[in-house]
């Protein structure tokens, strides 16, 4: 009976079994699996891609790219006033859309360089030149010949005026207290110009703001055209007209042909000379009379 405690030897070989239970840590070696976990929190790396995702914020900084092509477009639309740069104006001139006006800055310098006019003839686009005393505005779509010009305006009362013709201008309108403005010497202008000239205020200050009359002066010709009639000072001292030349031109406050210092416009001859013309037909009838008298008498 003794040797039956052998058999219970054997119980402690059932405890034998527990290397079955040593298995249980082997599925606890399973827990590598677990370490596997981590591992897929190594996939958190692609969370790290997420950040990479973010990298395409620089995408973002591609809109202001975008943005960046915008200011351009937004400067011209908003009809900003430039240099008067020929390369600059020509380009913009490209650039701009159909029936925009382009200003430019020509106050310090009133030299405009034909290559504009080149770069502008046969679009329906304006350009608009000013200058400290005026503003020139031409279309495209009306230039017929390129060439330089000069947008200097001498505006002076006819006492202090310097121009070559003041002495002709003076006889023609009687010493008529007119105002000249003397365009520099550009002959035919590339196009018709639609024009703005600020009048000088001394003269202006006791004339009729509301009723001013522009003529021009032929000096081929020494006749005065009108150009201009019943014109409005605007609140900034300017009157606005259009011209196709540049030459002298004087501005009054008065129909100078109503009042009858100027013969009407398209008149061959002015009213002096109509006068000497009506008093040499009467010398004529008087010594045709008088022949044929003394004829009588005969």
């Known amino acids: 009976e003794g040797d039956e405690e052998p058999g219970t030897g054997e119980e402690p070989g ?32 692609g969370t790290g891609e997420e950040p990479g995702e973010g990298d395409e914020e ?30 600059l104006v020509v380009e913009a001139i490209k650039n701009e859309s159909s029936k925009s006006t382009i200003v430019v800055d020509a ?21 608009t030149f000013k200058t400290e005393n005026s503003e020139w505005t031409f279309n495209g779509k009306d230039i ?30 009687k010493n008529e207290d007119v105002l000249v403005l003397s365009f520099a010497s550009n002959g035919k202008l590339p196009a018709k110009a ?14 009729d703001k509301n009723n001013i009359f522009v003529y021009y002066y032929n000096p081929e010709t020494k006749k005065a055209e009108v150009v201009a009639k019943k014109l409005k000072v605007d609140e900034e001292g300017y009157i606005q007209f259009a011209i196709d030349h540049n030459s002298d031109f004087f501005v ?44 009588f008498n005969k």
């Open 58 to 87: 620089p995408g973002t900084g591609e809109e202001p790219g975008e943005g960046d092509e915008e200011d351009p477009g937004k400067g011209q639309q908003a009809g900003d006033i430039i240099d008067n740069n020929p390369e």
């Open 14 to 45: 059932e405890g034998d079994d527990e290397p079955g239970t040593g298995e249980e840590p082997g599925e606890g070696d399973e827990e590598p699996g677990t370490g596997e976990e981590p591992g897929e929190g190594d996939e958190e790396p």
């Open 107 to 127: 106050s310090s310098n009133k030299k405009i360089d034909k290559a504009i006019f080149e770069a502008l003839r046969g679009r329906d686009k304006s350009v």
């Open 194 to 207: 639609t024009v703005r000239v600020k009048l000088d205020s001394t003269w202006l200050a006791n004339k």
């Open 144 to 173: 017929k010949e390129v060439k330089d010009i000069d947008l200097t305006i001498q505006i002076a009362s006819l006492k202090d005026t310097v121009s070559a013709n003041k002495d002709a201008i003076a006889k023609k309108v």
């Open 252 to 295: 009054a406050d008065k129909d100078l042909v109503a009042a009858k210092i100027l013969p009407k416009t398209g008149s061959p001859v002015d009213t002096q000379i109509l006068s000497l013309l009506g008093l040499l037909a009467m010398a004529t009838g008087l010594v045709v009379i008088f022949t044929k008298r003394k004829k």
